[in-house]
């Protein structure tokens, strides 16, 4: 099982930029699928951004396309998701997850989430 742990949330007004991160153990990360998701109060958990192990793949939700960035550097086992011209519409708990393919990600290992939250 591999543990997760993400930081880098926090208040922003909008338009502010943050970037998440995701800290993860274990020596195969480089072999994960990480994502992105998020959950604002009142609405079901979605999906944000993924990116494959080596890379060299990203995708990402509609909502934000063009604004958010998803990376990873597998020599410190980290997942980021740089985040810009952040909307209210963007205030959630955003949660990292990994699996071995993009569509096991919601099974897979999750963080415990940090919160964004943005200010109009």
């Known amino acids: 099982q591999v543990q997760l742990v993400e930081s880098g949330g926090g208040l922003v007004q909008a338009g502010g930029s943050l970037r998440l991160s995701c800290a993860a153990s274990g020596r195969t990360f480089g072999s994960y699928v990480c994502g992105w998701f998020r959950q604002a109060p009142g609405k079901e958990r979605e999906f944000v951004a993924a990116i494959s192990g080596g890379g060299g793949s990203t995708y990402y939700a509609d909502p934000v396309k063009g604004r958010f960035t998803i990376s990873r550097d597998n020599a410190k086992n980290t997942v980021y998701l740089q985040m810009m011209s952040l909307e209210s519409e963007d205030t959630a708990v955003y949660y990292c997850?990994?699996?071995?393919?993009?569509?096991?990600?919601?099974?897979?290992?999750w963080g415990q989430g940090t919160q964004v939250t943005v200010s109009s």
């Open positions: 997850a990994v699996a071995w393919t993009i569509a096991t990600l919601q099974l897979g290992s």
